[in-house]
């Protein structure tokens, strides 16, 4: 089963883990070396270093890691962070960043942002793939967002009933929303088979199913 997004991904061993790296600083954690699993790497909006300079040099670092898939995660947050002004500033000139890098995909952390931070996307003109991670929102944003062909979902808490996804869900474009999501665990102990337990009683497949078409999903994703 793949996690595709999880700052632990020692906790699922038998399965592909897509490691979120936001402390650049610091090197990969032992489990992500040893098992050369992919990982992520971005400029996430509640440590943005002292100038944006700096953070270039950060992700420059890790991009030329053979284990590097993509940007993120960097994004907005109205409720933590610094200004946010600020916030827009890094995430405007992240997204630059990776369409001039041609990095295939953006993973995207929005909290009370999702316009803004697409906004941004279509504002540079990125190309590539953008993932909204641990995504939270009501019918009406999510089928605004299915609009468009490069946006995809990652979910983690929404599956435990957090926010109006699970609550509106028959006012989505189901068929079409079901063709662009990945499940997560983000920073949360609970195992990535009970995150596709959830998918699965939401849209009544088999876990097995699921996994299946994930994991066909992340591969054209990441290659």
Request: charged share 25%; proline share 6%; glycine share 6%.
């Amino acid at each position: 089963m793949i996690d595709f997004h999880t700052h632990h991904p020692e906790r699922n061993p038998q399965g592909i883990s897509l490691f979120c790296h936001t402390d650049l600083l610091k090197d990969l954690p032992s489990f992500v070396l040893e098992k050369k699993s992919p990982f992520c790497a971005g400029l996430h909006p509640w440590f943005l270093p002292s100038s944006w300079e700096e953070g270039l040099r950060r992700l420059e670092k890790w991009r030329s890691h053979p284990q590097f898939l993509g940007l993120g995660e960097c994004g907005l947050d109205r409720v933590r962070g610094p200004e946010f002004s600020l916030q827009l500033e890094f995430l405007e000139r992240q997204i630059h960043w990776a369409k001039e890098e041609s990095i295939p995909f953006v993973v995207l952390h929005s909290v009370r942002s999702i316009p803004e931070c697409f906004g941004v996307i279509k504002k540079v003109n990125f190309p590539g793939k953008v993932i909204f991670h641990d995504y939270i929102a009501n019918a009406e944003q999510t089928n605004q967002l299915l609009n468009h062909p490069q946006v995809y979902f990652s979910l983690g808490r929404a599956l435990e009933g957090r926010g109006k996804l699970l609550k509106e869900f028959d006012l989505i474009d189901k068929a079409l929303f079901e063709k662009r999501l990945f499940v997560e665990t983000d920073d949360c102990e609970i195992p990535i088979s009970e995150r596709y337990h959830q998918l699965s009683q939401l849209l009544g497949r088999t876990t097995a199913q699921l996994s299946q078409d994930i994991t066909s999903r992340f591969e054209q994703l990441t290659h």
